[in-house]
């Protein structure tokens, strides 16, 4: 099994420093040209399964990537929403760094109402275990498309990493992995943006 993974276009509330996670979104001025780039990247790759998170922005950038790949199912989920953060959504970064450096670290959260490092490690697990059971033993290759905190948590799953260890996803970068016949994973690309370079 080979396992490619991308996150959603640049929104607004990205480039503003907006705690956005599972709220709407507002387009970039470079949504379309990273769209277009990541799905011409993915143009010639061999792609049997989309699953996406059901967010919008997500939805709509595995759409620009179906394009190329029309005949393959595009599966949603709710399970590949990004992370909840309760009250905190829709907040500036900015406004909370200096109040709790541990929070807006983002490695220990004891705010109320935000799902927690562990909860959002054990959502991927469960879908991961899903894949593997539904796909073991099939020579396929699925795309995931999702954001950059459950990316994080999937990836550190695959490769049974610390999840603090997993760097912030560029947005619709290109991450590579490949199942060994022992069952574990190997990382062949990791964050991959260089469709997004001007030529």
Not at 132 to 153: E, G, M, P, Q, S
Not at 176 to 186: S, T
Request: charged fraction near 30%; hydrophobic fraction near 40%.
């Amino acid at each position: 099994m080979k396992i490619i993974i991308t996150r959603h276009w640049e929104t607004e509330e990205n480039k503003a420093g907006i705690i956005q996670w599972q709220l709407p979104w507002s387009l970039s001025a470079e949504w379309i040209m990273q769209a277009k780039k990541v799905a011409l990247r993915l143009k010639n790759e061999k792609i049997d399964y989309i699953y996406s998170s059901d967010l919008t922005r997500a939805h709509n950038t595995a759409l620009e990537i179906r394009k190329y790949h029309q005949n393959i199912p595009l599966i949603l989920s709710e399970d590949l929403r990004e992370r909840y953060f309760g009250e905190l959504q829709g907040r500036y970064f900015v406004e909370l760094q200096g109040k709790n450096e541990k929070w807006i670290s983002f490695n220990t959260i004891s705010w109320n109402n935000i799902e927690t490092n562990e909860n959002l490690l054990e959502r991927a697990k469960i879908f991961l275990d899903k894949i593997d059971k539904k796909y073991w033993d099939k020579n396929l290759t699925i795309l995931f498309v999702w954001h950059n905190w459950i990316n994080r948590a999937i990836i550190s799953k695959l490769l049974n990493k610390d999840f603090k260890q997993i760097e912030n996803l560029q947005n619709t970068n290109i991450s590579i992995f490949e199942k060994w016949d022992n069952g574990n994973f190997k990382m062949s690309l990791f964050n991959c943006a260089k469709h997004l370079e001007d030529s």
